[in-house]
């Protein structure tokens, strides 16, 4: 049902470089709408992480980056830590069905 | 600061209305200029917005559900009322209530309620 595609998992050890894609469309991304980014730890709800492309909320950490190019936006997450390890969602505006959600991706740190 | 804080039902029969409120506060509803979004997260899946009402009462929703769900606000008890009729088991989710800040991303979130459809 979600019309932004991540991938399920992406995994890295301590330390290391994570990249999750959010592929979109002409309607959504691809249209020039804005991208967010969500992390969501077990159990929690979610909490904001990147909005509008690349900037992040007072109190995240530079670890966390955004791009946007396309119909595709990209978080980066730099120095990998066990703390990392949780669930990220992209969001954007959809012209057609409003505002969408990711499939969401898996982070492990192994 | 900024909370929201939603209520309702633990269990709800198939067929019958849900009635969901979101009790904010840090903020008010009549000059939250980009509104408050209801958020619904079946167990083990994605996220999946549903609807959102702006301060001057316009309201959106989502095209799947639309027949389903009305969204009201009562800004003087700093609530926002979602309803979703003729419920089902596949219906069963954690809901959320989240406001939208300037650039249409949701900067505040409640800590949800677990909502489960079953007779």
């Known amino acids: 049902q979600s019309v932004l595609t991540q991938p399920p998992s992406v995994s890295g050890a301590p330390g290391q470089r994570v990249t999750i894609s959010c592929t979109g469309s002409?309607?959504?991304?691809?249209?020039?709408?804005?991208v967010h980014w969500y992390q969501q730890l077990p159990g929690t709800a979610p909490k904001l992480l990147i909005y509008?492309?690349?900037n992040r909320p007072s109190g995240v950490p530079d670890r966390f980056s955004g791009s946007k190019s396309g119909t595709s936006a990209s978080l980066a997450i730099t120095g990998l830590q066990a703390e990392d390890e949780a669930d990220y969602y992209c969001?954007?505006?959809?012209?057609?069905?409003?505002?969408?959600f990711g499939t969401g991706t898996k982070v492990t740190v192994l | 600061q900024v909370t929201l804080k939603e209520s309702g039902p633990v269990l709800v029969k198939p067929t019958e209305t849900l009635t969901l409120t979101c009790t904010v506060s840090?903020?008010?509803?009549?000059?939250?200029?980009?509104?408050v979004s209801w958020i619904r997260q079946p167990p083990g899946k994605a996220l999946e917005w549903l609807a959102h009402?702006?301060?001057?009462?316009?309201?959106s929703y989502s095209t799947s559900l639309k027949s389903r769900l009305t969204i009201s606000k009562d800004t003087s008890k700093s609530q926002v009322v979602l309803t979703m009729t003729n419920m089902d088991p596949v219906d069963t989710a954690t809901y959320y209530c989240?406001?939208?800040?300037?650039?249409?991303?949701?900067?505040?979130w409640g800590q949800g309620t677990l909502v489960t459809v079953s007779s």
């Open positions: 509008g492309n690349s």
């Open positions: 009402i702006f301060s001057n009462d316009e309201k």
């Open positions: 840090g903020f008010s509803l009549s000059n939250a200029r980009m509104g």
């Open positions: 969001q954007s505006y959809d012209s057609s069905l409003g505002y969408v």
């Open positions: 989240a406001r939208m800040g300037g650039w249409k991303h949701f900067d505040y």
């Open positions: 002409s309607s959504n991304i691809g249209a020039g709408y804005d």
